[in-house]
């Protein structure tokens, strides 16, 4: 951040009075900008003994699979994010279902929350976001061509623990490549 969103001054980096962490602070209006994590939502959407997962058809990691997920947008909750973004990238219709999993990205500052989510019928299709959509079985997972850690994680257990036939809710952190 170089200038203020309030004024327009320049904004330099310091630890406000009576905070205990660096934000940057207009010394002209006295505004402090304060930056916090973006949340992620998605599901898994469930149809019979398959997932659908959508290819990517946007950076980052264009062309891998996912569980539709995004942003969250001002004034939604997290189950009309979960919704939105099914309908965005696989103009799928779900009825959101229990809260699956929230992963912690510290290193780049992201809250993942995944729910579990039905199909409502099989009138899917690629949205604006996608190459590609299609139900997956277990064993037609394409794992090697899962665009992140943070749904590869989630699905193994998914899988694990519907064969287990108890699905539970999971929460963890997944550090920066490699930690």
Known sequence: MKYCSSCGAQVELGIPEGDTLQRYICRACGVIHYQNPKIVVGCIPEWEDKILLCRRAIEPRLGLWTVPSGFMENAETLVQGAERETMEEANASVRIGPLFAIYNLPHINQVHVLFRAQLLDLGFSPG????????????????????????????????????????????????????
């Open 128 to 179: 604006i976001e996608s190459l590609e959509v299609r139900l997956f079985t277990e064993p037609e997972i394409p794992w090697e061509t899962l665009a992140f850690r943070v749904i590869r994680e989630p699905l193994k257990r998914y899988f694990v623990e519907r064969r287990e036939g108890v699905l539970r809710f999971h929460m963890g952190t997944i550090g920066a490549l490699g930690t």
